[in-house]
């Protein structure tokens, strides 16, 4: 990526908007790797009188935000993805499930090359960062019900506001009975991964999924998605949300880190999750087995023949991937007595 060439098409797509928002500095990498996403890291810096006088807006004396530029694939799903973020970002705002200030959206791949998202940069570091840095029991409990609370918050808002068909229509089996067709779909390229079986075990183990009160659900909450500051404020990120059951969520989380090897993590976030919720969380395994075929289901494309990576990020990618497979088909054989090979 020309990041100079980026950076002056991002002047002339702000245009006018640069008078509020500021003009971008250098842009930085904040991300590289196997997402279909760019992130990067920019300074906006206000043009003050004088040092609009010497055409510097980045003078010294020049106050400036801290801001994020997210980039989307060119194609309808990247368009899609750019408008879906934007409208959490928008929904979210003021909520206590705490994001990113949107400063600006651009749909057209056009202007930019890709659809993009500016918003404001989050202070703070990844929350598992902080967790792992931290020594401290009391601490770390602290840690992990800062983390867990604004899934909590997200779960209690009313997602009609947000998606009035969605809601209706997820209600009752309809939200799993989307996520199975989802995955039937999607499975039909692996014939030999073993996964079709457990597929067929959530259809019939359907009746545990059933939806009493559709939510918005982040669809990525983890520990690298989610920012704490040195007040120990936390922001969300990286919303590909969708409406649907709670349980989800939180068998996401918790099934990514066990798969990450912290299943002492994993079950405390749970416990957490329950406990701030006031209720018990019912037939969470199945959720585990659900959420666990969905991410197998959403890799599997990167690693096998048909794979749009190029050769050395694949081996890369796959090298980064054997742990977490080997823990994922372990979680599929532990609740459904199925032994996956997960061959592409
Ligand atoms: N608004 C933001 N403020 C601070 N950091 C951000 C922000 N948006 C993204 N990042 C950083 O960039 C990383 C990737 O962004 P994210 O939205 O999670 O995209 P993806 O995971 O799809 O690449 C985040 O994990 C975080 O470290
Ligand atoms: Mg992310």
Redesign the pocket.
């Known amino acids: 990526m020309d990041l100079d060439r980026l950076r002056e098409r991002l002047t002339v797509a702000l245009g006018e908007r640069a008078e509020r928002l500021g003009v971008p500095g250098p842009l930085e990498e904040?991300?590289g790797?196997w997402?279909?996403?760019?992130?990067l890291?920019c300074a906006l810096a206000v043009p003050v009188p004088d040092a609009r006088a010497h055409l510097d807006a980045h003078a010294a004396d020049a106050p400036s935000t801290?801001?994020?530029l997210?980039l989307y694939a060119a194609d309808r799903a990247g368009v899609e993805h750019a408008a879906r973020?934007h409208r959490a970002l928008d929904f979210l705002r003021g909520s206590a499930c705490r994001?990113?200030a949107v400063l600006a959206l651009e749909l057209d791949p056009a202007v930019l090359g890709r659809p993009f998202l500016l918003?404001?940069?989050?202070?703070?570091?990844?929350w598992w960062s902080a967790y792992e840095s931290s020594d401290d029991d009391g601490e770390r409990r602290r840690l992990v019900s800062s983390f867990v609370r604004p899934l909590v918050a997200l779960h209690a808002l009313d997602a009609h506001p947000l998606g009035p068909a969605a809601t209706a229509a997820a209600r009752g089996r309809g939200a799993a009975d989307s996520e199975l067709a989802g995955l039937q779909r999607d499975v039909a390229a692996f014939p030999r991964s073993g996964l079709g079986d457990v597929v067929g075990w959530l259809h019939a183990h359907r009746a545990d999924l059933a939806c009493e009160r559709p939510v918005v659900q982040h669809r990525?909450y983890h520990p690298?998605?989610v920012?704490v500051d040195d007040d120990g404020e936390v922001?969300v990120?990286?919303?590909?949300w969708r409406v649907g059951d709670a349980r989800f969520d939180v068998a996401w989380t918790c099934a990514l880190v066990e798969r990450s090897g912290h299943g002492a993590v994993s079950a405390a976030v749970r416990e957490e999750y329950e406990r701030q919720r006031g209720a018990p969380l019912h037939h969470l395994g199945t959720f585990e087995v659900l959420a666990t075929v969905r991410w197998l289901l959403n890799v599997l494309p990167a690693l096998g023949p048909r794979s749009q990576l190029p050769p050395g990020k694949r081996e890369d990618f796959r090298g980064f991937l054997v742990e977490p497979l080997r823990r994922a088909r372990e979680l599929l054989r532990a609740r459904t007595d199925l032994d996956a090979p997960l061959t592409t």
């Open positions: 904040l991300t790797g997402a279909s996403t760019s992130v890291a801290p801001a994020v997210k973020e994001v990113p918003m404001e940069r989050a202070p703070g570091r990844s990525d690298w998605n920012l922001c990120l990286d919303w590909d």
